[in-house]
């Protein structure tokens, strides 16, 4: 299923009906990543006992907020190297980026546009 989610979204074939599920399913791996290496996420963690409960509360569940640890941990599950972009106000009209970088990889597959709690996916013409 993962292999297939990773499929639709590199097409760019992205329809209503199949968003919810991939996001789901990514919300599940970036848990299942942060929670099997505990020791070095929790560290990034603040205001939660247990990467368990973090979690529980702002990975899995649909309509939180994704973050940098989100992304990390997806990056780092996936081995796939993702560039973020998000555009300054300070009026240059530079398009600034952060790049995650992969075992391996180190030219980004994904690029994702940061808007304020939102990443769109943005894909080459």
Request: net charge negative; with cysteine; proline share 3%.
């Amino acid at each position: 299923y993962i292999v297939v989610c990773l499929r639709i979204v590199a097409s760019g074939e992205l329809q209503s009906q199949n968003d919810f599920y991939i996001v789901v399913c990514l919300r599940i791996v970036a848990s299942g990543e942060l929670q099997s290496q505990n020791d070095f996420y929790i560290n990034f963690v603040q205001g939660f006992a247990t990467m368990k409960e973090f979690c529980g509360k702002e990975v899995e569940p649909m309509y939180i907020e994704s973050d940098h640890l989100h992304i990390t941990a997806l990056t780092t599950a996936f081995s796939v190297p993702v560039r973020v972009v998000y555009m300054d106000r300070g009026g240059d009209g530079e398009v600034n980026h952060h790049d995650f970088e992969a075992s391996g990889e180190k030219a980004p597959i994904i690029t994702l546009l940061y808007r304020p709690g939102h990443y769109d996916i943005l894909y080459e013409r």
